[in-house]
């Protein structure tokens, strides 16, 4: 079977040795999350075994590996910046529980695994997320005893960020538009402002809180904030495009669920082709915004290609 992209083409994704980068990346992240979490044989054993069970179910890691990427664009080292990497992960995986429990999605499906209410029951469900959002703040406010003010400031602001895109102006806002809007007429501006609050803030964040974390400064903040935006937006669009066009057993979850609901998506709101070629516009906008950075974005650019040309 021919495996089409979200544009409908069959390129591949990455180059092989951007691949192999990210791939190698990818490892340190789960390293990283391992150690970041309680093991499983820690009382209370449901709890953790419920966190571990979603956070280990198999995501692609795009938002640490979007952290690392913008880490290595202002210069940081990865073990600077691994903490938000971790903590944007839990803060996805969190959201992703929470979305798919009865109340909100009800979804069986996830990662290409039994959701986990309907593993673990819907009250531990709801409490592993408050679990992974809650250790998501323990592992940014987790500085070593030496740390000097300056990085400090840079941990706060860093901080500061990913919680201003989990609130209520970011995903939350956004997942409060998402059900507001279910069964009405969504116009193109609203469709936009949903996306970018729902999906595009805590994507965004992960980009500007790595390179305020790796100590980025001036015209690259302004850089990488434009990148950001137009990543965000972009990743939506084509998860809309995905829904339409994927199928279950590559996309992890359940295909064509928005549209079965009579949701507003990229893909009803504009059609099938205007929504592939919103989302190559935002590539080239994100590509655009990146050109001064150089060699230096050279991830960066690769994940936006992955985003937008990714197949689930
Ligand atoms: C419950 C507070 C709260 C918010 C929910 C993020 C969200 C808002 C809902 C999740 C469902 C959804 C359609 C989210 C949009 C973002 C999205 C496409 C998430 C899937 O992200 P991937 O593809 O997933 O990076 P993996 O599993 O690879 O991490």
């Keep these: 079977m021919t495996k089409r992209s979200a544009l409908g083409d069959q390129r591949s994704a990455a180059a092989p040795s951007l691949a192999a980068e990210l791939e190698e990346r990818r490892r340190l992240v789960e ?45 940081a080292s990865r073990d600077d910046v691994m903490p938000l990497a971790c903590a ?7 959201s992703l529980v929470h979305d798919d429990l009865p109340a909100m999605d ?56 990913l919680a201003e895109a989990a609130g209520t102006t970011g995903l939350i806002g956004g997942q409060v538009l998402d059900l507001e809007a279910e069964g009405r007429d969504v116009d193109g501006p609203t469709l936009e402002r949903m996306h970018r609050a729902k999906t595009g803030a805590l ?32 990743f939506q669009v084509v998860d809309d495009v995905l829904d339409e066009t994927g199928a279950a057993h590559e996309l992890g979850k359940t295909a064509g669920k ?30 655009a915004a990146l050109a001064p950075l150089g060699a230096r974005a050279r991830l960066l650019e690769g994940l936006a290609r992955m985003i937008v040309e990714r197949r689930a």
């Design 31 to 75: 390293d990283a999350l391992g150690r970041a979490l309680p093991p499983e044989s820690a009382w209370p054993e449901t709890i953790h075994r419920a966190v571990r069970y979603s956070l280990f179910a198999g995501g692609k890691r795009i938002r640490p590996l979007l952290v690392l990427a913008a880490g290595e664009a202002v210069g």
């Design 88 to 94: 944007a992960e839990m803060i996805h995986t969190y």
């Design 106 to 161: 009800d979804d069986d499906l996830r990662r290409g695994k039994p959701t986990s209410h309907k593993v673990f029951g819907e009250a531990i469900a709801i409490l592993a997320g408050d679990a992974l959002l809650t250790r998501a703040f323990a592992v940014m406010a987790d500085a070593p005893r030496d740390e000097d003010s300056v990085r400090l400031g840079r941990r706060l602001a860093a901080t500061a960020i």
């Design 203 to 234: 994507l965004g964040a992960c980009v500007r809180g790595g390179a305020v974390l790796g100590g980025g400064e001036g015209a690259d903040l302004e850089r990488l904030g434009r990148y950001a935006s137009a990543i965000g937006l972009a």
């Design 258 to 287: 928005d549209a079965r609901a009579g949701k507003a998506t990229y893909v009803s709101v504009h059609g099938l082709e205007e929504s592939r070629r919103m989302a190559r516009g935002l590539l080239g906008e994100a590509v």
